[in-house]
């Protein structure tokens, strides 16, 4: 099966939910071991999907953000982790080719070693003291030019997918300017190495280690993008975080009706699917489904159908989309919890795991209170205007 040769959505998004049913029993394993699903990451390489995104100009299939955000979806319910690590390549490498930011020689390069061996990237821009990139901190990352390279010094937290990675896209501070660039690091570059200090009890399959960089020297030409202070543009391909999100908790949501259409007690005739109060949970966790697919994949096609102008005002939009979907997946996962009892707290369960996966959601960009804020002053802004 190759979901690059497949015509169209409706045909990816069905080849994709047999391709990964083995990802749902690897799950625990990962989980158990704190390891990463290297297996994982190369059946979706082997089947094409980590191509989906090049541009058609490049040889890829230029999916659409919709397309994006539901094969998504069906990765998180399989496996949370496996999704949020391969959704950052794919939504890179989509933004790259909507922006147009990069050299173009350099982005054709890369295209080609995504399409002819599988090349997978991922942006590193969080460090130990400055935190998410989000709240603005400068990177202490440093890119000195000297013989007509960049030598790279530096380490950068909650790299995700390190174990794979063949490129990293590294945020860095050049001293002389006083600006804050990209630049692409090829993995087998000298002076970088991966240190092994992911310990969360989160999405412990992403393998989001310490990156550090020291002395690594690059061509002058991989300075790939500068990165401008202050506001940042409106970042669709971001949607890939609710959506592997949703994807988990649809996926605690399918456990708990089986559970509840299974279970018997022998206090009751038939299963606890038929008590008033385990109906009132299983529908409030199909309300909240509902919600958020009809947000999630509506924001998508807007921004699939908008202008680029249109596109740098749905940031508060965007932000909504997030908010929303992943602390309603979190509700999602503790209903279907309560449905199931203290059997869903035994470390065979995957509800436990549903439970911890899903709350890293809140940790990933972008930040609920910065949302909340954007979402005030765009309310503000909007009364101003039409008074």
Known sequence: M???????MEERLTALEQA???????????????SFPVENIQDLKDIGYTALTIPKDYGGKEISLLELVKLQEIIGKADGSTALSIGWHMGIVKNIGEQKNWPEDLYEYFCNEALQRGALLNNT????????????????TTAVFSSDQWKINGRKTFTTMAPVLDYFVVSATIPKEDKVANFLIPRENEGLTIEETWDSIAMRGTGSNDLVLKNVCIPKHYLVSYLAPG????????????ACYLGIAKAAQEYAIQFATEYSPNSIKGTISDLPNVRQKIGEIELLAQKSSHFLYSVAKKWDESSNEK????????????????????????????????????SQNPLQRYYRDVRAGLHNPPMDDMTIMLLASDSINRAGTSS
């Open 2 to 8: 190759d979901l690059f040769n497949l015509n169209n």
């Open 20 to 34: 990964v049913h083995p990802f749902k029993e690897r799950a625990y394993i990962h989980d158990k071991e704190g």
């Open 125 to 140: 821009a969080t460090e130990p003291a400055t935190g998410s990139p989000t709240r603005g901190g400068k990177p202490e």
């Open 231 to 242: 506001d940042k543009p409106a970042a669709g391909w971001l949607l890939h975080i609710p």
């Open 311 to 346: 596109r740098q005002e749905m940031k508060p939009e965007l932000g909504a989309v997030k908010y929303s979907v992943v602390n309603d997946a979190i509700t999602m996962v503790d209903l279907a919890m309560r449905i199931a009892g203290a059997k869903s707290l035994s």
